[in-house]
């Protein structure tokens, strides 16, 4: 075990390079908890392609092919554009009329717990079912959507790994397209970064290396994890505990008209046929099928929706399952400012306003930056 105690008094050893490491020992404690980045890949049990190559390339492709949806107008990647870190730079997606919600990043999504800003889904490859089916986007049938199937150049493909097309139901065409398109998503993760550089040298024992990471950057990091409390939902390797939370974000769609967030999701959720605990699993020990056995819809749940990870989170913009926030600067001043007449009066009480000096605020954004891609 090294002595965090003593690595940090030889800060002064490294003071002739431009910058040094300002961390306390529990601080830097803390940032070990980051990582290490990228994980290690395990396959889904409750998708037996999972993992399968052929499955990854024949989900790439339908992700990329308008077919999946009723009338050829969108593709998954309409909504999720790869060369815009599988989101796009609009503050809410746009189907057959404009969507509640921001579209979220698909990267990083294998191994989590819920899916979606409400977590209808406990599961990838249920998730990536709704698209498909809702009337508002994709709004394909589970019985045209095999017609099409039969027909297209992907049959022979899907029937190397599912069998034959024609002696399934169609609900299970369905459910194994879901699965395809989770076997791609399950690689779509983000490189490391310079924040990882930095927590690497640490936990290496290399103050020299570390001491190249921004000062800027490390100040924005001890208010990520001290005065801002940001650490509190943004934890662990993904910066996400992937729970729900009333962020203070108003929830309002009109005048008349409300996002309930978490409390629809459960809705959705308990009442779905493609959970971990469900038939359409393939995992025969039911792994991870407690959480929804488990969970309950409650008030509390109104407004609250998932914490995204902050991996990658510079290319994201704009932010908020409402897409209101347009860069990171404006992030942080929401929160620098939180209307606490905002939240619930039974909710969490764990926010309250940051009021951090300009220069803070820019720290903290600097440090945000550094969970983006290294750019040569």
């Not at 593709?75 to 999720?80: I, T």
């Not at 002696?167 to 310079?194: D, I, M, R, S």
């Amino acid at each position: 075990m090294r002595h965090w105690a003593v690595l940090v008094a030889m800060v002064v050893q490294v003071s002739a390079v431009h910058s040094e490491v300002l961390l306390s020992e529990a601080e830097i404690s803390q940032t070990l908890s980051f990582g290490p980045w990228p994980p290690s890949l395990e396959t889904d049990p409750s998708n037996r392609v999972s993992g399968d190559s052929r499955a990854i390339a024949l989900g790439a492709a339908l992700f990329r092919d308008p077919i999946l949806s009723v009338d050829g107008a969108f593709s998954c990647a309409s909504c999720h554009l790869p060369e815009n870190a599988f989101t796009i730079p609009q503050a809410r997606a746009l189907g057959r009329t404009k969507l509640d919600r921001n579209s979220p990043s698909l990267r990083n999504l294998a191994g989590l717990r819920w899916y979606g800003w409400g977590g209808k889904s406990d599961n990838l490859w249920a998730a990536s079912l709704h698209p498909i089916l809702d009337e508002l986007e994709m709004a394909n049938t589970a019985e045209n959507w095999k017609d099409v199937l039969q027909g297209s150049l992907y049959s022979r493909d899907y029937e190397a790994l599912f069998g034959p097309l024609a002696a399934q139901p169609p609900e299970q065409v369905l459910v194994n397209t879901g699965k395809l398109l989770a076997a791609y998503q399950e690689t779509l993760v983000t490189a490391p970064t310079a924040f990882d550089a930095f927590r690497d040298a640490l936990e290496r024992g290399d103050l020299v290396a570390a001491a190249s990471y921004p000062e800027t950057a490390q100040q924005g990091l001890q208010l990520f994890l001290g005065e801002g409390n940001c650490v509190f939902c943004h934890s662990g390797p993904r910066f996400s505990n992937n729970e729900f939370h009333d962020a203070g974000v108003p929830y309002f769609l009109s005048e008349t008209e409300v996002d309930p967030g978490r409390f629809a999701g459960l809705q959705t959720l308990l009442s779905s046929p493609y959970t971990l605990n469900g038939i359409w699993s393939d995992d025969p020990q039911k792994g991870g099928a407690w959480a929804v056995q488990s969970v309950r819809q409650s008030h509390a749940d109104f407004g609250t929706f998932r914490t995204p990870s902050l991996r990658g989170v510079a290319e994201t913009m704009p932010y908020m399952h409402d897409g209101s926030l347009k860069d990171l600067n404006a992030v942080i001043r929401h929160y620098n400012e939180i209307d606490l007449e905002r939240m619930h009066a039974d909710g969490e009480a764990v926010l309250s306003p940051l009021e951090l000096s300009e220069r803070q605020i820019a720290s903290l954004v600097a440090f945000l930056k550094t969970l983006s891609e290294i750019r040569e």
